[in-house]
């Protein structure tokens, strides 16, 4: 699935097709490991924000992604010591933020 993504430009020279992206996260529920698969049309700074459900942040990162697809698991660790509940999952592309899902910890 891919989802509109609307942002101005960086560099003045991306297209509108070039703010592209789809996102998988599973398991959901999920236990010792969250996965996500990232894919992007053109090369992006993303950071992944997780907060429980009362807007807590618990986890943030943040990389450079090349165009095309790519795998990414949050830090086992954490995930790990999180307490049961429901959290969300924020992502940003070059700053904007372009979706949030809801995942569940059992």
Do not use: C, W
């Amino acid at each position: 699935i891919y989802y509109p993504v609307v942002m101005p430009p960086d560099n003045g020279t991306d297209s509108i097709e070039d703010l592209y992206f789809s996102l998988d996260l599973y398991p959901n529920p999920f236990h010792t490991e969250l996965n996500l698969d990232i894919e992007v049309a053109a090369a992006a700074e993303i950071v992944i924000e997780l907060f429980d459900i009362t807007g807590r942040k618990h986890h943030q990162e943040s990389f450079r992604l090349e165009e095309g697809y790519s795998q990414h698991r949050l830090n086992a660790a954490m995930v790990q010591q999180l307490d049961k509940g429901i959290y969300l999952v924020r992502i940003l592309l070059n700053g904007s933020p372009v979706e949030t899902r809801r995942v569940v910890k059992k």
